[in-house]
DNA sequence: CCGCTGATTCGATGTCCGTCGATATATCGA
DNA sequence: TCGATATATCGACGGACATCGAATCAGCGG
């Protein structure tokens, strides 16, 4: 099987100003809704806040999967968070490990100050 | 035609410690995720910009309502958001006039900051 | 009272998405 | 090499949702 690097995880989008500095573009709204996307589901925001509220904002899976779906639909929620760009992930050993991008986050939280 | 004041729109929840905090209840998590989920869509992200964007963080539909999709839809959307708490309305003659939520922008902000 | 404009509600339709069981892939130890 | 454990992918199903046109409601001016 030969690895394709196609369709790579992460846009690394430069998001945002504020959203009180100016409407957004189709584009611009396009790549943040897919943000605020990922996070608009309850589960997958459970598993978000188990994985930020471990040390070092990262968690093996076999911690957090306890959220009362099965574990495909685990697997299935964590690579939406992925592929939004708020996670990465990293295999070590059997288990893999995912983590939170800082930027990604912050740029959200960024996008919903209200100070002008 | 009686009024039935049942469901009334933004629940004014106490919504929330940042998400580094400790993991969020399922209630929490229900609550917080309808917000996200009021976000996640491009159009609706877009008006939500153009009344955050307006003078005094308000604007009448009129004003906003060129986004690409037909005036129901517009309707629907900001009744969308007017439901998850990021939006008021008020009448003001024949237009009406939504309004900014600060308090809920600035939960979720809130909620998306690393700082530890 | 009537018609006009602004805005919401209604019903229908097509698509997206969360969920599952079954299966596949990956790593480790015996 | 084989089995066990951890994670991911696949295919299917059911419910949720964005969208529209049509109809309805709400003010305003004549």
Redesign the pocket.
């Known amino acids: 099987m030969v690895e394709l690097p196609v369709l790579q995880d992460a846009p690394a989008a430069p998001c945002c100003p504020p959203i009180t500095a100016g409407e957004l573009s189709v584009a611009d709204a396009e790549r943040t809704a897919a943000m605020f996307?990922a996070l608009?589901?309850p589960?997958r925001l459970r598993l978000f806040s188990k994985i930020a509220s471990h040390p070092g904002g990262e968690a093996?899976?076999?911690d957090i999967?306890d959220v009362g779906?099965?574990?495909?639909?685990v697997?299935?929620?964590?690579?939406?968070l992925r592929e939004a760009g708020l996670l990465t992930?990293e295999?070590r050993?059997?288990?893999?490990y995912y983590t939170v991008a800082p930027s990604a986050v912050a740029g959200m939280s960024a996008m919903l100050d209200l100070r002008s």
Chains 1, 2 share one sequence.
């Open positions: 996307k608009s589901d589960v093996c899976v076999c999967q779906v099965s574990q495909p639909t697997s299935h929620h964590l690579k939406k992930s295999r050993g059997t288990w893999v």
